[in-house]
């Protein structure tokens, strides 16, 4: 076993990947362009043109026609958008068209249908083609095509069928190569031990130690190969997000300020505090608050083996599960993009304390943490939501403990609510509730698919398909079937007396209205790629705990806990051929961009050099404030 676990450690280093492709249709067009940059389609489904369906691609040569291929989704669109490069320039463009993947032509585009929309000097039809002169100062030209007849692409349903069969076999494929060298140590450990009756009763006896020891050396191992991920592609450079929550840092504001910090639907609480602290100790360097972030996601899987403890483990293989959770490769935007320590990984350390607070006897001491902790959620990041749990828990608390004449559980719960409610009361105080709107319309089906990619890409389903979405969906629908139920066992044997249903129903309520939340206000208006994006990996973890400490203390059947060990060590430590472009495109940007803007001291011209944007607009005196104060990315130590 213990081979096993460190051969299966060793793997998990360099895990072969295979990339999926699913381009069923494309928009063909071939282009002559006098600069580099890169080319973007939008699609518009009847709900104007959105960056849920934009499709790039870069601007391979300089004055010679190149065929470009955007693969296009299924769906029925109105018109179509082409953006001709982002800078001042000259473009050519021919035969456009919408094709098959077997290169059968739907619909020829004819170019005078072309129509320029904003920021385009001249539109010429020329014998050589539609002639393209952008505006001296575009950011964003483009022009338009509206479809008379609608354009309809819709796969045919058996090759959606083989489509689906491909992903799940290469998906077995993938995982193959970890799972039959593991299988057969297993075995080979398994019939050792059977064949000698005292070894067995020996390692019987001693296995939860062994499992915890074997674990602990799993969670290092991926602790190390995080903080060296961390080392190879953070960079010290603020990213997008980070230049608006560090406002009360360039103000100087008090720390009041730094804790009630608005930036989008939440505020900042603990993490901007601990980031406020960090930036004084290291000159405002943004690797140090990536480093923070992996520490802090390392120091909740330590607290996460004390509460499987509290737990008492049916079955000692239940502690393998933990360094997967808090590890998963999937977070790898904590780390590389715009870090944000109130986000996501903060909560998950708070929350962790939250669920240990559960198991403590005295109701006094129980519900004062258990206060504290709810009110540093509340403000911090999205743990806000856990400010709709515990009040929930307290009261039903509330009404058991008046049932049973219990003054002191009484008094502790009614505490509960009370600081509960004024904690709310302080977090509206000042609020902008415009933070709240969805970023655009949304449909019930849009809306169940960004829930069941979302679930998905925590388990390592970070690819679009039936496949991904339905298995995401069906791990949703557990987590909201186990909630029901631990809630029912508060209600009935009541939540003193049952620490762990009040742990696993926290959890998993949480990942619920998390999930649904996030879909209401992202699946609207927004990339196509945002169900998986990697900021929501972290606060997913609250699903895959909840899932864990079920199956280790109310599953007495080893196979369900074993196979689901299993299934979160094939699902979150490899990365998608996609995931590792993410993050070589954010790492080498910024470090594009700060090289750059050191040599001219200008940020348009950085961004022209790099071709990569770190803020949406212009933010000059920032930049002045931290030349001034060499600070960032002129921190020259």
């Known amino acids: 076993?213990?081979?096993?676990?460190?051969?299966?450690?060793?793997?998990?280093?360099?895990?072969?990947?295979?990339?999926?492709?699913?381009?069923?249709?494309?928009?063909?067009?071939?282009?002559?362009?006098?600069?580099?940059?890169?080319?973007?389609?939008?699609?518009?489904?009847?709900?104007?043109?959105?960056?849920?369906?934009?499709?790039?691609?870069?601007?391979?040569?300089?004055?010679?026609?190149?065929?470009?291929?955007?693969?296009?989704?299924?769906?029925?669109?109105?018109?179509?958008?082409?953006?001709?490069?982002?800078?001042?320039?000259?473009?050519?463009?021919?035969?456009?068209?919408?094709?098959?993947?077997?290169?059968?032509v739907i619909r020829d585009i004819g170019l005078a249908e072309c129509e320029a929309e904003k920021q385009i000097e001249s539109l010429k039809l020329t014998d050589h083609g539609l002639e393209i002169t952008t505006a001296k100062d575009a950011v964003d030209p483009d022009i338009v095509v509206n479809f008379q007849d609608p354009l309809v692409l819709k796969i045919p349903v058996y090759r959606v069928f083989r489509r689906e069969a491909l992903l799940v076999w290469k998906t077995l494929l993938r995982t193959s190569f970890l799972f039959l060298p593991l299988s057969l140590l297993l075995l080979i450990a398994e019939k050792s031990v059977s064949s000698n009756s005292l070894l067995q009763l020996k390692l019987k006896a001693q296995k939860e130690t062994l499992s915890l020891y074997l674990s602990v050396f799993l969670f290092l191992l991926l602790a190390v190969k995080e903080l060296r991920f961390v080392n190879t592609y953070a960079v010290n450079l603020l990213f997008w997000d980070q230049w608006d929550f560090y406002v009360p840092l360039f103000k100087h504001q008090s720390l009041w300020d730094v804790f009630s910090r608005q930036h989008g639907p939440h505020r900042q609480g603990v993490g901007l505090l601990l980031t406020d602290l960090l930036a004084h100790l290291s000159h405002w360097n943004s690797r140090v608050d990536a480093f923070a972030a992996g520490v802090i996601l390392i120091t909740a899987g330590v607290l996460g083996y004390f509460l499987l403890k509290q737990f008492k483990p049916l079955h000692a293989f239940s502690f393998l599960g933990l360094p997967f959770l808090f590890l998963n490769f999937h977070q790898w935007e904590v780390f590389v993009g715009p870090t944000n320590l109130s986000h996501g990984v903060m909560p998950i350390l708070l929350m962790l304390g939250y669920c240990m607070t559960w198991f403590i006897k005295n109701p006094y001491t129980k519900w004062s943490l258990l206060s504290v902790l709810t009110f540093c959620l509340i403000f911090t990041g999205f743990g806000l939501f856990m400010g709709l749990i515990t009040p929930l828990l307290a009261g039903i608390e509330l009404l058991q403990a008046y049932y049973k004449k219990d003054r002191n559980l009484f008094v502790s719960a009614l505490i509960g609510i009370v600081s509960t409610g004024f904690a709310w009361f302080l977090f509206f105080n000042h609020y902008l509730t415009i933070a709240f709107e969805p970023t655009g319309p949304t449909s019930l089906n849009e809306l169940i698919t960004f829930v069941g990619l979302m679930v998905g890409n925590f388990f390592g389903l970070a690819i679009s398909g039936a496949f991904s979405e339905i298995t995401g969906l069906l791990i949703f629908l557990f987590v909201f079937i186990l909630s029901v139920y631990h809630i029912r066992q508060c209600i009935l044997y009541s939540v003193r007396d049952n620490p762990k249903s009040a742990v696993i129903f926290s959890l998993g309520a949480y990942a619920l209205i998390y999930c649904l939340i996030t879909a209401h206000g992202r699946a609207g208006s927004y990339e196509a790629a945002a169900p998986i994006a990697s900021r929501y990996v972290t606060l997913m973890i609250s699903a895959g705990l909840a899932l864990l400490l079920h199956f280790s203390s109310s599953v007495k059947r080893k196979r369900y806990i074993f196979c689901y060990v299993i299934f979160l060590s094939f699902g979150t430590t490899y990365l998608q051929p996609i995931e590792h472009g993410a993050i070589t495109y954010y790492s080498e940007g910024k470090k594009a961009w700060k090289e750059a803007y050191l040599k001219t001291h200008d940020e348009i011209k950085a961004e022209q050099a790099s071709d990569f944007p770190i803020y949406p607009g212009r933010i000059p005196e920032r930049l002045e404030y931290l030349k001034k104060e060499k600070l960032n990315l002129f921190d020259s130590r």
């Open 1 to 104: 076993m213990t081979l096993a676990v460190i051969c299966f450690g060793f793997s998990i280093i360099r895990t072969p990947v295979l990339k999926e492709t699913h381009e069923d249709f494309f928009f063909e067009i071939t282009a002559t362009s006098s600069k580099v940059g890169h080319f973007q389609v939008f699609l518009d489904d009847g709900y104007g043109f959105r960056e849920k369906h934009v499709i790039t691609r870069e601007i391979t040569e300089i004055g010679n026609p190149v065929l470009y291929r955007f693969p296009l989704p299924e769906g029925r669109y109105k018109a179509l958008r082409f953006d001709p490069n982002q800078k001042q320039g000259f473009v050519l463009l021919k035969d456009p068209r919408i094709v098959d993947s077997k290169k059968t």
